[in-house]
């Protein structure tokens, strides 16, 4: 029985120490939209570019990913960084432990024809 006890242990610690190195696939991201004069974009369809940059001096893009959301009543949309529509790079090779990373979030609402 004492041997039992101890290989349930065992198999335990191993258990939790493999899932302590799990990757997440993406990060939670909420906001409000507003338009560039500081109104809220409710209600409405807009588009976000999702860019993650290293080393602030000489901005390198690491990742790039847009977004296509609806606001609701009052300008608030959420949705995960990761799960975009990808432009360029992969998000679990970002060098997060090795670099400080930025993120840069343009909007293109449905009367703009650029991101800002």
């Given at each position: 029985m004492k041997r039992y006890s101890l290989l349930?242990?065992?198999t335990a610690c191993l258990?939790?120490?493999?899932?302590?190195q799990y990757v997440p696939s993406g990060m939670n991201?909420?906001?409000?939209?507003r338009d560039l004069k500081g109104n809220i974009l409710a209600n409405q369809p807009i588009e976000?570019?999702?860019n993650l940059?290293?080393?602030?001096?000489?901005?390198t893009l690491q990742y790039c990913e847009s977004h296509s959301v609806m606001t609701n009543e009052v300008g608030l949309f959420s949705l995960i960084i990761g799960e975009g529509q990808n432009q360029k790079g992969v998000l679990q090779?970002?060098?997060w432990s090795?670099?400080?990373?930025?993120?840069?979030?343009?909007?293109k609402d449905k009367e703009a024809s650029d991101f800002v």
């Open positions: 349930f242990v065992f258990f939790t120490t493999s899932w302590a991201y909420q906001a409000v939209a976000l570019k999702i940059l290293s080393n602030d001096a000489r901005p090779d970002v060098p090795s670099e400080e990373i930025w993120i840069e979030i343009s909007i």
